[in-house]
């Protein structure tokens, strides 16, 4: 359970769901997040757990296995294969966002954020952005640091960590979010996450909501499916759904509640991009006694949240290669690391010198969107539908044991019905079907 609450928390929910809760209008956005989250992701997370538990492999094995003992074919495997894949593209952006975070606290370190302007704030971003080899160095270092945890395979280390800096990192926020309250832009920010207005949302916006939710989760690749097979039996499934599902929705809630009043105080623009929290934080902390420590603190807990979750992106794909092959876990992470350090190479040159686009988007966007907005919710419809009607009547009463009828009942109607009919009528929606 620590490791999936490590793999969930991370940037998606303090960087990705400010950015584009902005990008999408604000309050509308959040109202069909918390419903993703509810009503698609909290059966996902069910579904997950309840195959990797029932399967005791990586997701491939897991799905290929569950798939014939259950008599069907075993191109379910598929959504195992798509899931690491998806892992190692998402890492690729990951790592440099992550690297983002690197730079930030070196400068903290270096300069300190006390003396920090909005002039100075925008500045400094622009100033990173404009810089592919700043960019590659922080890059490759963190690479460097979620391949070796995963080469010397000391993940429960890591992990363990998460016990004490989980509670810190949502005190932190929770000063942050103390801060906020205090500043003039509060109370617009409030109306601006809270209120909604569905006319600004369309279906892109709602698509990005169901993909924010999926990526904040970690759901829809396999992730937590892996981590499931660990999950002792007397622990009760709902139980630990609801908790990875709870400290998630939560940290990213606190995140928007403490980012966006600085963005309404300092009259900055709620749809900025990725360098939101980036231009507002230091603001904050530098009106802040001590604010250049607990800069320290805040992004050096980031950077570990975000640690724990790129660990898991890779985790998977190395372990289905050292069970697969004569790889040793070394090699086959050096292997696995390169793919994303080649694309993620594309996409921090996509934030500067190289304006391609693909489907309209710069590569780096562009990435963010496939796996997001496609691959975990296409993903996550495949695990609900398996789990919901393909996976063998007793396998399933065997994991639900112990469980109340009408938990059990809701969670199949959801896992049946609900995940798939959602996802798809969002794409569809987005793909224009139901018209202009
Ligand atoms: N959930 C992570 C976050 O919010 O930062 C990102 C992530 C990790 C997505 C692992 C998917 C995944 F498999």
């Given at each position: 359970m620590l490791a999936a609450s490590g793999s969930a928390v991370g940037l998606g929910n303090i960087w990705r769901f400010p950015y584009v809760a902005g990008e999408n209008g604000g309050g509308a956005f959040v109202c069909v997040y918390l419903l993703s989250v509810l009503l698609l992701g909290l059966p996902i997370v069910v579904s997950e757990i309840l195959l990797g538990r029932c399967g005791q492999r990586n997701p491939v094995d897991t799905m290929r296995v569950l798939a014939e003992r259950s008599g069907?074919?075993?191109?379910?495997?598929l959504v195992g294969w798509m899931g690491l894949a998806a892992g190692l593209l998402i890492l690729s952006f990951y790592s440099v966002v992550a690297g983002w975070l690197l730079h930030y606290l070196f400068l903290d370190l270096i300069?300190?954020?006390?003396?920090?302007t909005k002039a100075g704030a925008l500045a400094a971003w622009e100033h990173l952005l404009s810089s592919p080899g700043r960019l590659l160095l922080w890059h490759s270092v963190f690479l460097v640091l979620s391949g070796g945890v995963v080469a010397l395979g000391v993940q429960n280390g890591l992990e363990r960590m998460v016990k004490v800096l989980m509670p810190l990192l949502l005190g932190m926020l929770l000063l942050m979010v103390g801060y906020a309250l205090?500043?003039?832009g509060f109370s617009s920010a409030m109306a601006y996450l809270f209120?909604?207005?569905?006319?600004?949302?369309g279906a892109s916006g709602m698509l990005a909501a169901m993909g924010q939710a999926f990526f904040s989760l970690s759901i829809g690749l396999g992730v937590i499916m892996a981590y499931g097979a660990?999950?002792?039996?007397?622990?009760?499934l709902p139980r630990a759904a609801g908790w990875i599902v709870g400290v998630d929705t939560l940290v990213a809630l606190l995140a928007g509640i403490a980012i966006f009043p600085l963005v309404f105080s300092h009259g900055?623009?709620?749809?900025?991009?990725?360098?939101l929290i980036f231009q507002t934080l230091p603001l904050a902390f530098a009106q802040m006694p001590l604010g250049s420590a607990f800069a320290l603190l805040f992004f050096g807990l980031l950077l570990i949240a975000a640690w724990t979750s790129s660990v898991s992106l890779l985790e998977p794909s190395v372990a289905f290669l050292v069970e697969n092959t004569r790889l040793k876990r070394l090699p086959a992470t050096v292997v696995l690391c390169l793919l994303p350090f080649l694309l993620g190479i594309g996409c921090l040159l996509s934030l500067n010198v190289w304006e391609a686009t693909f489907f309209e988007l710069s590569f780096f966007d562009f990435l963010d969107y496939l796996t997001a907005n496609v691959m975990l919710p296409l993903g996550g419809l495949f695990i609900a539908v398996f789990a919901g009607w393909f996976l063998k009547r007793e396998m399933l009463a065997r994991e639900l044991e112990g469980t109340s009828l009408w938990v059990r009942r809701t969670w199949l109607f959801l896992a049946r019905w609900m995940a798939p009919l959602g996802v798809l009528v969002l794409f569809l929606y987005q793909l224009g079907v139901f018209g202009a």
């Open positions: 069907h074919v075993r191109a379910w495997s300069v300190g954020m006390q003396d920090m205090r500043t003039s209120k909604p207005d569905f006319s600004a949302l660990y999950l002792p039996r007397e622990v009760p900055l623009e709620p749809g900025g991009g990725p360098g």
